[in-house]
Nanobody, 124 residues
Framework: QVQLVQSGGGLVQAGGSLRLSCAASGRTFSTYAMGWFRQAPGKEREFVAA????????LYADSAKGRFTISRDNGKNSVYLQMNSLKPEDTAVYYC?????????????????WGQGTQVTVSS
């Protein structure tokens, strides 16, 4: 069993920045890939970013490239999403997730455990 507790998020003006955090417990965190996804009202959950277990490889959705940075601190069992140059279309509930097995890190159904979600609202 893995527990993921998210923090951060909130309301920000367009062009601003936010940092999301996700703290994991329950398993050896450093063994697993982690990802961030988001879901806007009326839309499907979509991939934002992912990082491999060691942090050596990161993946980003096209919408996040150049603006968002995923990172992890295995010593703190945490993964982060730094979001800069935010746009109104980034408004969504953001979720962190852990993937215990293999598969495409961009697909939400390859992840096993999810955080509680945190609202990010970007005003224009």
């Amino acid at each position: 069993q893995v527990q993921l507790v998210q923090s951060g998020g909130g309301l920000v003006q367009a062009g601003g920045s936010l940092r999301l955090s996700c703290a994991a417990s329950g398993r050896t965190f450093s063994t697993y890939a982690m990802g961030w996804f988001r879901q806007a009202p009326g839309k499907e959950r979509e991939f934002v970013a992912a990082v491999t277990a060691t942090g050596g490889t990161t993946l980003y959705a096209d919408s996040a490239k150049g603006r968002f940075t995923i990172s992890r601190d295995n010593g703190k069992n945490s993964v982060y999403l730094q979001m800069n140059s935010l746009k109104p279309e980034d408004t969504a509930v953001y979720y962190c997730a852990v993937r215990l097995g293999l598969g495409d890190m961009r697909r939400w159904n390859t992840y096993n455990y999810w955080g509680q979600g945190t609202q990010v609202t970007v005003s224009s």
